[in-house]
């Protein structure tokens, strides 16, 4: 069965310091890799997505992410972090389609002035 | 609306009522997905439709639990004889055709939040 676990439930960074959140997964195939952010009142926006070829991808608003397959690791990234980055972040694993993707349960972050 | 709608936003209902959703997915997405999230955790699948048809529904708890889609485009989830424990944000997502040229990207609502006292 396939799951995905987030370690860190919550982190807080200063503004303009970089960060990492963790993303491992459990899946039997290829898989094909998601992060999402859940901003207050709004809904889940896919900041980037994995599927093949190059293992660091790069997404909206400044984010990357970075396969590894012999950790099966899948971590966010973000060299310079913004006051508007605070929210909650899920990773996700699932089939192309993503139609029955298996979601973490979230990181949320802070951001300190 | 350009987006995913999901009506009503909250919705406050007594143990043993029965409740509807509905979802109104980006025009043209022919895929849409029902997830639950409950607090402190990440959405939980629980069925996704092709068209009109639900290609899998695995992740419906209990009979309580349907979904209907009849037209290819709105969708309906439909719970009876509520209980406290189906309280949480159920999210509806469509996605375009898959294998086209943005498979695998989710699109969501911003969630309808159920409460069963």
């Known amino acids: 069965a396939q799951s995905v676990t987030q370690p860190d439930i919550h982190i807080t960074v200063s503004e303009g310091a970089s960060l990492e959140l963790r993303c491992n997964y459990s899946?039997?195939?290829?898989?094909?890799l998601f992060w999402y952010v859940q901003s207050p009142g709004q809904g889940l926006q896919l900041l980037l997505k994995y599927f093949s070829g190059d293992t660091l991808v790069q997404g909206i608003k400044g984010f990357e992410a970075e396969f590894k397959r012999s950790q099966s690791s899948f971590n966010l990234r973000k060299p310079s972090v913004h006051w508007s980055d605070a929210a909650e972040y899920f990773c996700?694993?699932?089939?192309?389609?993503?139609?029955?993707?298996?979601f973490g349960d979230g990181t949320t972050l802070t951001v300190k002035p | 609306g350009a987006g995913v709608s999901q009506t009503p936003s909250n919705k406050v209902t007594e143990k043993g009522k029965y409740v509807e959703l509905r979802c109104d997915p980006i025009s043209g997405h022919t895929a849409l997905y029902w997830y639950r999230q409950s607090l402190g955790q990440g959405p939980e699948f629980l069925i996704y439709f092709q068209g009109t048809g639900a290609a899998d529904d695995s992740g419906l708890p209990n009979d309580r639990f349907f979904a209907v889609r009849p037209e290819g485009s709105v969708s309906t989830l439909k719970i009876q004889r509520t209980e406290r424990g189906d309280s949480a944000v159920y999210l509806c997502?469509?996605?375009?055709?898959?294998?086209?040229?943005?498979?695998?990207?989710?699109?969501f609502g911003e969630g309808s939040r159920l409460t069963v006292l």
């Open positions: 899946y039997g195939a290829t898989p094909y």
């Open positions: 997502a469509s996605s375009p055709e898959r294998g086209g040229p943005r498979p695998g990207e989710l699109f």
């Open positions: 996700a694993v699932g089939a192309r389609d993503a139609g029955k993707s298996t």
